[in-house]
């Protein structure tokens, strides 16, 4: 059984940082595509960022540039580090896992962007 839980979100004012972390089990993130989408109030949930084999790297326009995946293949962890924080950045942010071409997710995280 694949499990995914979300760590790191909070407040934070715009133009600063937050360095979103999800700990996975029963799936290894090398041999997975791992991402991290994100849902705001209103609207559907969209693709931030993934990673694949091989740590090839994908991101929406939108934040390119500002947040970096990343996976640690020993912890079994992904990590989203999200800079230059905006206020339309405000979602709930969930943590994706790919096998087998079933998709497996966290409960998700929320991050307010807010001065």
């Known amino acids: 059984q694949v499990q995914l839980v979300e760590s790191g979100g909070g407040l934070v004012q715009p133009g600063g940082s937050l360095r979103l972390s999800c700990a996975a089990s029963?799936?290894?993130?090398?041999?997975?595509?791992m991402g991290w989408y994100r849902q705001a109030p209103g609207k559907q949930r969209e693709l931030v960022a993934s990673?694949?084999?091989?740590?090839?790297?994908n991101y929406t326009d939108s934040v390119k540039g500002r947040f970096t995946i990343s996976a640690s293949w020993p912890r079994n962890t992904v990590s989203l580090h999200m800079d230059n924080l905006k206020p339309e950045d405000t979602a709930r942010y969930y943590c994706?896992?790919?096998?087998?071409?079933?998709?497996?997710w966290g409960k998700g995280t929320l991050v307010t962007v807010s001065s």
């Open positions: 990673i694949g084999r091989g740590g090839i790297t």
């Open positions: 994706n896992a790919r096998r087998q071409g079933i998709d497996f």
């Open positions: 029963g799936a290894s993130v090398g041999r997975n595509t």
